[in-house]
């Protein structure tokens, strides 16, 4: 959050995105000048209208937001079939979601695949859920644990066997 608000009080960040992003034709500048402009008060429907058109310039995570925005967060939460579209274009936050939605409704082999695809692609929170998966061995849940902890996921780096989350007991 605070490097957020940092950027948004660069005016001379956002107009070098813009600038780059208008003359040079670059998706990754539209895509972050858009992303900016979300977060001002007021910016989300300008936002939305950027993100359709770097959508259809071929920006695949612009093409995301604009479904994420349209749709809410119901699509991620649901077994919703754009997810692994989306994952298949190397949006890796619909690898991981699509994994979980399986998890979810109790078919974690169909969600090893896409924690699978998506830590190999460096998503260190689905190399963590790959750890944790008991169809596989232990020393390739150990591989994926110390992969997830190299990609800065801390959890991942304390050891294993010892509880580290809080349980609440019903008396």
């Not at 993100?51 to 649901?78: D, R, V, Y």
């Not at 692994?84 to 979601?97: K, M, Q, T």
């Not at 994926?144 to 509880?163: M, Q």
Request: proline residues 4%; contains cysteine; charged residues 35%.
């Amino acid at each position: 959050a605070p490097l957020i608000e940092e950027k948004l009080k660069r005016k001379d960040l956002d107009r070098t995105l813009d600038q780059d992003c208008r003359k040079n034709d670059s998706r990754e500048a539209c895509y972050d000048s858009t992303v900016l402009q979300f977060l001002r008060p007021g910016g989300r429907t300008l936002a939305l209208y950027r993100w359709k058109e770097n959508c259809k310039a071929g920006h695949k995570m612009s093409c995301w937001e604009s479904f994420l925005e349209e749709n809410g967060l119901k699509p991620i939460t649901q077994l919703n079939p754009d997810l692994e579209r989306y994952c298949g274009e190397g949006i890796l936050v619909a690898c991981y979601f699509r994994g979980l939605n399986y998890a979810e409704a109790g078919r974690r082999d169909r969600a090893l695949p896409f924690w699978k695809d998506a830590c190999g692609k460096g998503e260190p929170w689905s190399c963590y859920l790959a750890s944790e998966t008991d169809s596989l061995g232990e020393a390739e849940r150990n591989g994926y644990r110390s992969k997830a902890c190299e990609l800065g996921l801390k959890r991942a780096c304390e050891d294993a066997s010892v509880p580290t989350e809080m349980t609440v007991k019903k008396s």
